[in-house]
């Protein structure tokens, strides 16, 4: 028996605890804000250590993607579902399918997609009991989005180097990432082709060895991570890794990454702004996954073309915020989230009619 309980939470639409003993599914889904549209965001499944842990993430991560969908304007609010359990051991079909009958429980309030621990053939599944999930590995669909969060993050670089430097050129710049997964691998590519010296740290071994070896890059033991000496620090793990303890070792110039809420607090990015660190908001520079899964609600489905160049205005809209942030004095959090408060107030980019799922 499934139990969904909503749980009144200030700021939020709605909160859902779900609990479902027989799939061995205990999970929440948030949804942050619906002004613009229905609240898309991905699945994380992660060993959270208590359910307020898990609480506490889904919030963050639900509200991060108001901010992500509002600025690039793509007609959806921000929502986000975790799965407290461990992705190797604790992810079976079950429950998977238990996850999808939550969510067409919504009719629609809420769009699932992928999220760290879960991968385009678990979506699959859970399309077989919602048609309310996006980023599939089908013909009309987006498919796996870390391929455009990486892009997204190279552009959003790009735009530290202009800023920093006056030029777009990551040659023999030291850039420093943490995680090799599916977006911060794919980042790795692409910042060696274009010239940088890497500096990466993750806890996977074989991972770390792998990479040193293809890209002449330097190992950095995870706990030295945010001490490192480099250029540009790219946070590709998990979030809050920044806090107050860390932020005083810090040796960059800026920090740009894919990582939702690298900063254990927002507060953290007028410190950043003090010190003279460039910060490019999580949730401008890594929009680039949800950019394109937005493009596939067309009647004939996903448009590549069309996200390419809507995930390459993260470019400009960085140097946006750089720009105001440094003319303002003000942090360019702030900067960033003035921004979005002011497209949520006047439904810039609402969305218009209805969307179709694939
Ligand atoms: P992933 O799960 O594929 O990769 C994460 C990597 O980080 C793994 O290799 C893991 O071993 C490593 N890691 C974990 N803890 C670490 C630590 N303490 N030190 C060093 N490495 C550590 O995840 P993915 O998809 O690459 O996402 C990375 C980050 O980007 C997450 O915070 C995610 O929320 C965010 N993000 C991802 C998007 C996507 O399209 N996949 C979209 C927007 C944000």
């Not at 010296?197 to 991972?207: E, K, Y």
Request: glycine letters at 8%; proline letters at 4%; aromatic letters at 8%.
């Amino acid at each position: 028996m499934q139990k969904i309980k909503e749980i009144k939470i200030p700021g939020y639409e709605k909160v859902f605890e779900i609990i479902n003993p027989e799939a061995n599914l205990h999970c929440f889904i948030a949804i942050h804000d619906s002004t613009l549209g229905p609240a898309l965001g991905g699945i994380r499944m992660y060993p959270y250590k208590t359910p307020q842990e898990a609480l506490q993430d889904v919030l963050l991560l639900a509200k991060s993607m108001t901010y992500k969908s509002a600025l690039a304007e793509l007609g959806l609010g921000g929502g986000k579902c975790v799965i407290m359990g461990n992705p190797r051991q604790d992810k079976t079909e079950t429950l998977l399918l238990a996850i999808g009958e939550a969510v067409d429980q919504l009719h629609g309030q809420y769009l699932a997609a992928e999220d760290v621990g879960m991968n385009p053939e678990d979506l699959l599944v859970i399309r077989r009991k919602t048609s309310y999930v996006a980023a599939l590995p089908t013909d009309k669909s987006s498919g796996d989005p870390s391929r455009y969060t990486a892009h997204g993050v190279f552009r959003g670089i790009q735009a530290v180097a202009q800023k920093l430097w006056g030029n777009v050129s990551l040659r023999n710049k030291k850039i420093a990432i943490q995680g090799l997964g599916h977006v911060g691998g794919r980042l790795a590519a692409l910042l060696f082709w274009e010239g940088a010296d890497l500096l990466i740290s993750d806890i996977d071994v074989n991972l770390v060895k792998n990479f040193e070896h293809f890209y002449g890059a330097e190992i950095i033991p995870p706990e030295n991570f945010n001490k490192v000496q480099c250029d540009i620090l790219c946070p590709c793990a998990m979030g809050g890794t920044i806090d107050e303890a860390s932020l005083s070792a810090l040796n960059c110039l800026a920090i740009a990454g894919a990582a939702n809420n690298p900063l254990s607090q927002p507060i953290l990015a007028e410190e950043l702004f003090k010190k003279g660190i460039l910060f490019a908001p999580d949730y401008v520079i890594n929009s680039g996954g949800i950019i394109n899964a937005a493009c596939e609600f067309r009647k004939g489905g996903y448009d590549p073309k069309l996200a390419r160049d809507k995930m390459n205005q993260i470019y400009d809209r960085l140097l946006y915020i750089f720009e105001r942030s440094e003319k303002e004095k003000k942090s360019t959090y702030l900067v960033a989230e003035e921004l979005v408060k002011y497209n949520l107030k006047h439904h810039i980019g609402q969305r218009k009619g209805t969307l179709e799922t694939h």
